[in-house]
């Protein structure tokens, strides 16, 4: 039989079991009988079996069970002092992401939350005066820490306050302008609209005069062709009659040729 760590693999004795400044201890060492290590019920005693480990545990022993464990637990607390502190420290970073995003937008919804983040915490050290936990002058202490992140607070909420004011003039001059931009833009806008309209316009005009001028360029080609046309007539008609005059000289001569005879 020995001790070891919850792996079984090394040895470790109760007492070699040491906690950091931060945790406390809450009870001395006892059965871990409900399975809170080793998912699994124990005997009366305390005792896991199984074959070896690695292997599944059973609450009771089997033919082939080689290997039998108990397993000791011991609670711890975190040291309160340092609890206390982590809270600060989470608080102050909660606060000082929070402010910035607040004095951003101007929003004291948020500041109203972290108000709210604080007053918790204060109250919580309050309960734990009444409840004995903490004596009176730790008690005094731990407030007046929390109290200077709730002037903090104050300071940020009367700030953000006076620039709303500020701002909303601001922002109703810069709306202004923005008026005035917006009806520059828009007479632009009517103007250029008006251009649009007129070039579509001209558009449809030179479209149309170049439909007349297509139409007219169609009709000389076809009078081009047309005069081609005749022009070969004219020219096959001469040659005809070319022909036939020729003829005629040639019918003339034997006419005086027979006449002679």
Not at 97 to 125: R, W
Request: glycine letters at 4%; charged letters at 35%.
């Amino acid at each position: 039989m020995a001790w070891s760590d919850e792996t079984g693999t090394q040895e470790k004795l109760k007492k070699d079991v040491i906690l950091s400044k931060k945790w406390k201890w809450v009870n001395d060492w006892e059965l871990d009988k409900e399975g809170l290590v080793i998912k699994c019920p124990s005997d009366k005693d305390g005792w896991r079996y199984t074959f070896d480990f690695g292997d599944n545990w059973l609450p009771t022993p089997q033919w082939n069970s080689d290997t039998r464990r108990r397993t000791w637990i011991r609670r711890r607390k975190m040291d309160d002092e340092i609890y206390f502190e982590k809270q600060i420290g989470m608080l102050d970073e909660l606060i000082r992401y929070n402010l910035q995003l607040a004095a951003d937008n101007e929003d004291l919804k948020i500041i109203q939350y972290l108000k709210g983040q604080v007053s918790t915490l204060f109250q919580q050290v309050t309960s734990q005066g009444r409840d004995g936990i903490l004596n009176e002058k730790e008690i005094l202490r731990r407030q007046e820490i929390i109290k200077v992140r709730e002037t903090q607070l104050q300071h940020a909420n009367k700030t953000i306050s006076k620039q709303q004011p500020q701002q909303a003039k601001q922002a109703e001059r810069t709306s202004r302008v923005w008026g005035e931009i917006d009806k520059r833009i828009d007479e632009n806008k009517s103007l250029l609209q008006t251009q649009e309209d007129s070039f579509a316009e001209q558009n449809q005009e030179l479209n149309s005069l170049l439909n007349t001028l297509q139409r007219q360029r169609h009709i000389a080609s076809a009078i081009g062709d047309e005069l081609d046309y005749q022009n070969e007539l004219l020219e096959k008609t001469s040659n005809d009659v070319e022909r036939v005059s020729n003829k005629l000289q040639k019918a003339n001569k034997t006419a005086d040729k027979i006449a002679r005879s």
